[in-house]
C-alpha cells in the first residue's frame, strides 16, 4: 500500500509510450506490454523513490498517468513523435503539474526527447527516461531510472533548462543527445552539453508533417540517392556527411540539383563528436556543400537535425529561417 502524497502535493505527469523500460520478453522477441502503473510499481520497490512512494505517487508528489502509446521506440512516426509533444504540452497546461516525465524507447529518444526540446518554452523539467534491458530481467534498468527521471522533476535545478533524458545514472540535456551503447545502462553521450537552444514559438503542428529523408555518405555512396529523395518530394535532405562534413564531388553536383529544386539540404557528419564545419574545398568539402546551396549543421547530428528540419519545414520556414536556426544552434 502507498502513502497519499500530502494534501496539495504537486503532480508529477506520467506520459509512457512503450519501449524496452516496458518490455517483456516472449518467444517471438522483447516487447512493449507494461503500463504506467506497472512501471511506477517497480520504480517505487527499488527505495531510490521517497519512503511512502508507491504507484500514483513518489514522496511529495502526486503521479498522474497518461498510458499514450505503447511502441517499440525504432518503430515510432514521426506523427507519434508529435503526439508525445502534444501529451506533454497537454499535461503542462495544467498549473497544478510540477513537470513531466516520458517513458520512451532508446533507439530513438534522442529525436523525440529534442522534437519536445524545440517546442519547451516552460520553465518545468520535462525528464525523458528508458531502459536498456527489458522489464522482466532480475538486473532491469528501468525502475533505477524511473526513480531517477521522477527525481530530477523534484530537482529544483532542474527547472529551466528544457528537456532532460535521465539513464544510466546520467542527467544529459535532450539537446545535443545521442545513444552511445546498444546495451549498456549508460545508453546516451552528448556532443556537448552546452548548446543553445532556440525554441519553435509557431505552436505543435497537427495533421501532416515535412517529408525529411536522411543518409549517411561514404566512399562510394550513389548521387542517385539524393536525386530519388527529389523525386519523391523530399522537403528536406539531411547529409550525415564523413568527417567535419565532406563527400565526394559527385554528391555536391546533386544537392546543387536538389536545391534548385527547392529542397532544403543540412549537412551533418557522421562522426559523434567534435564541430562540423566549412573546412575542407577539393568539390565534395563542406565548403563546395556550403556553395552548392547546403546549410551546415554546425553541432546537431543527422537524427536531431532531421527532426529540426522537419518541424521548422511542417511551419514552412524560409530559407533564412533555417539558416538562423542552425547557425544559432552552434553558438
Ligand atoms: N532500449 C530500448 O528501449 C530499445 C528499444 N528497441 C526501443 O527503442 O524501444
Redesign the pocket.
Given at each position: 500500500m502507498s502513502a497519499s502524497p500530502p494534501p496539495g502535493s504537486p503532480t508529477t505527469v506520467l506520459i509512457t509510450t512503450?519501449?524496452?523500460?516496458a518490455a517483456q520478453t516472449t518467444t517471438d522477441g522483447a516487447v512493449p506490454a507494461l503500463g504506467a502503473d506497472d512501471l511506477l510499481s517497480a520504480a517505487s520497490n527499488t527505495g531510490a523513490v521517497d519512503a511512502g512512494a508507491g504507484a500514483g505517487n513518489t514522496g511529495t508528489h502526486a503521479v498522474r498517468t497518461v498510458d499514450l502509446m505503447s511502441v517499440?521506440?525504432?518503430a515510432m512516426t514521426v506523427a507519434d513523435q508529435f503526439a508525445v509533444v502534444r501529451a506533454i504540452a497537454d499535461a503542462l497546461d495544467d498549473t497544478e503539474v510540477a513537470g513531466v516525465v516520458v517513458t520512451h524507447?532508446?533507439?530513438?529518444m534522442e529525436e523525440t526527447a529534442f522534437l519536445a526540446d524545440l517546442y519547451c518554452t516552460d520553465e518545468r523539467p520535462v525528464v525523458f527516461t528508458?531502459?536498456?534491458l527489458p522489464a522482466d530481467r532480475p538486473d532491469a534498468d528501468g525502475p533505477i531510472n524511473l526513480a531517477a527521471a521522477l527525481a530530477a522533476v523534484r530537482d529544483p535545478g532542474n527547472r529551466g533548462h528544457g528537456v532532460l533524458v535521465v539513464a544510466g545514472g546520467r542527467v544529459l540535456p535532450a539537446r545535443g543527445l545521442f545513444k552511445v551503447s546498444t546495451s549498456d545502462a549508460v545508453a546516451f553521450d552528448s556532443v556537448r552539453t552546452d548548446l543553445p537552444r532556440p525554441v519553435l514559438t509557431d505552436g505543435i503542428p497537427l495533421g501532416r508533417t515535412a517529408r525529411v529523408d536522411l543518409f549517411a555518405l561514404y566512399p562510394g555512396v550513389s548521387p542517385g540517392l539524393i536525386a530519388a529523395a527529389v523525386a519523391q518530394n523530399a522537403a528536406g535532405i539531411v547529409l550525415a556527411a564523413t568527417g567535419s562534413g565532406n563527400t565526394h564531388p559527385d554528391i555536391t553536383a546533386e544537392v546543387a540539383l536538389a536545391v534548385a529544386h527547392g529542397v532544403t539540404v543540412v549537412v551533418t557528419s557522421r562522426v559523434p563528436y567534435g564541430e562540423v564545419s566549412a573546412t575542407y574545398g577539393g568539390g565534395g568539402g563542406a565548403v563546395d556543400l556550403h556553395r552548392a546551396g547546403a546549410i551546415v549543421s554546425p553541432w546537431l547530428r543527422a537524427p536531431q537535425a532531421r527532426m529540426a528540419l522537419i518541424a521548422l519545414l511542417t511551419a514552412r520556414a524560409s530559407r533564412e529561417t533555417v539558416t538562423e536556426f542552425f547557425s544559432e544552434s552552434g553558438k
Open positions: 512503450g519501449g524496452t523500460i517499440d521506440s525504432s524507447g532508446t533507439d530513438t528508458g531502459a536498456q
